[in-house]
């Protein structure tokens, strides 16, 4: 057998369905299972989505204090505010564009780059 030669593993339907059986009575861990098999995690990870068997997947709980959860909330009502500014100052400068092409066009310019250059010209 050379190096780069790969060893295509096939698994019968009943192995898959064995394996995750001893997964949910939680006899052994996924990686334990993984080592005790050659499987490779990702494998079984597939096999738990085939046979729609989330209860299997690994699950995250994540554990704040009140501290923690005070000061998200309070980033999160600053990131609210300041979306709010920056919402309004576009706006505002959107609104300064448009008198600046009204301006623009009331004093004959063709454009508002012509009227800035016009002014940048003068002394």
């Not at 505002?92 to 310019?109: F, I, N």
């Amino acid at each position: 057998m050379y190096k780069n030669d790969k060893v295509i593993r096939r698994y019968s339907e009943p192995f898959k369905l064995k394996i995750l059986a001893e997964l949910s009575t939680g006899k052994h861990t996924k990686s334990e299972l993984c080592k005790l098999y050659s499987i490779a995690p990702t494998t079984v990870n597939e096999w738990i989505k085939k046979y729609n068997r989330k209860d299997l997947m690994n699950t995250r709980v994540k554990v704040e204090t009140k501290d923690e959860i005070s000061r998200i909330k309070a980033l999160q009502k600053e990131n609210e505010q300041l979306k709010k500014l920056l919402l309004k100052k576009d706006l505002d400068a959107m609104v300064l564009d448009s008198y600046l092409e009204v301006a623009a066009e009331d004093l004959g310019y063709k454009s508002v780059a012509d009227l800035k250059k016009k002014l940048s010209t003068k002394p």
